[in-house]
């Protein structure tokens, strides 16, 4: 069996940008004088979305007003340090979506990041030369965090794609739990970390040139990439 549709988390897999997540968290933290320790911080700001995170840093519920207000300010920190770095997409990404995209395999985003940064991330790195906007699953307040598998099931309808015959990478373990729970076909984990970690038996990538093109349905009558588009 052939794969026709794929759906990608976006933090760690397509852009590999955990280590600016961390350090926006670190400046946020400082400026509102909170303390926590580093098992704090890889417990609590790792694979939740922002207003479960900032609900446990201020051990507190905030109004949707609060939360909007911190949530804005944190991100703000971020994307300046991702404009400072001049971080890109993930190594090999580019060639991939280009041959997805020449291929008519169907694909989209499924993030838990929030439409402010899904804004910033189609401005910043030109997605909408492969990605179409109105596709995009993200965290809109309502959709339950990872480990639950609403996310991918929600991408998977969004492209009326077969479960069967859809591959999703993911980076994170409450994600790899997350897509494994949404039964598609095939999960393929992206390590953008180097970590030595990865579960025994899943299969596992550094570079997207790594994933084996084979396994995607040829759709190639009318074949177009996006560089030939341009």
């Not at 790899?176 to 180097?194: D, E, H, M, Q």
């Amino acid at each position: 069996m052939c794969f026709d549709c794929v759906v990608f988390d976006f933090n760690g897999t397509l852009f590999w940008d955990t280590p600016l997540h961390n350090r926006a968290w670190d400046l946020f933290l400082e400026d509102h004088h909170i303390t926590i320790s580093d098992e704090q911080k890889n417990r609590v700001l790792h694979g939740k979305h922002n207003q479960e995170i900032l609900k446990m840093l201020f051990n507190h519920d905030l109004t949707t007003g609060e939360a909007d207000y911190f949530i804005n300010e944190k991100e703000n920190i971020y994307q300046e340090l991702v404009r400072e770095t001049g971080l890109k997409l993930a190594p090999g990404v580019e060639d991939f979506l280009d041959f997805l995209y020449g291929n008519r395999t169907r694909f989209t985003i499924a993030t838990a990041s929030g439409i402010e940064n899904v804004n910033f991330y189609f401005e910043y790195l030109d997605l909408a030369r492969w990605f179409d906007l109105s596709k995009v699953v993200f965290n809109n307040g309502k959709i339950k965090s990872k480990p639950d598998p609403e996310i991918f099931i929600a991408a998977m309808n969004m492209l009326e794609a077969d479960p069967l015959r859809t591959v999703i990478f993911e980076d994170s373990d409450t994600g790899i739990r997350a897509a494994l729970a949404a039964l598609p076909g095939k999960v393929i984990r992206v390590n953008s970390t180097g970590s030595d970690d990865c579960p025994a038996g899943m299969e596992t990538i550094s570079h997207f040139g790594q994933v084996p093109r084979e396994i995607f349905c040829r759709n190639i009558d009318g074949f177009e990439t996006v560089r030939n588009r341009e």
